[in-house]
Nanobody, 114 residues
Framework: QVQLVESGGGLVQAGGSLRLSCAASKIIFSVVTMGWFRRPPGKQRELVATITSGGATKYADSVKGRFTISRDNAKNTVYLQMDSLKPEDTAVYYC????????WGQGTQVTVSS
């Protein structure tokens, strides 16, 4: 079955940067749209960014200009470069795709200290 495995989370000070990675297996990665979601403490999961098979990107207003989503089809991996991090970016970040069903990674914690 399809698997998504995130990595790269951690603790960073406000203004710092992190890069998340999501490796996909057992999927024709190059043809699917990939996305990053996050769940802040005590809140609902929310969309952060998506990237289509053709490389078109969309971002939540809250991260525009600070986060960049990208993909490497040769490595079956999608990335989320997060710059100028703010305490409100603290959340568990999830990688997502949809084949016949929704597929989620296990999540990676990002904590931004003020």
């Amino acid at each position: 079955q399809v698997q998504l495995v995130e990595s790269g989370g951690g603790l960073v000070q406000a203004g710092g940067s992190l890069r998340l990675s999501c490796a996909a297996s057992k999927i024709i990665f190059s043809v699917v749209t990939m996305g990053w979601f996050r769940r802040p403490p005590g809140k609902q999961r929310e969309l952060v960014a998506t990237i289509t098979s053709g490389g078109a990107t969309k971002y939540a207003d809250s991260v525009k200009g600070r986060f960049t989503i990208s993909r490497d089809n040769a490595k079956n991996t999608v990335y989320l470069q997060m710059d100028s991090l703010k305490p409100e970016d603290t959340a568990v970040y999830y990688c997502y795709t949809k084949v016949t069903d929704d597929i989620w990674g296990q999540g990676t914690q990002v904590t931004v200290s003020s």
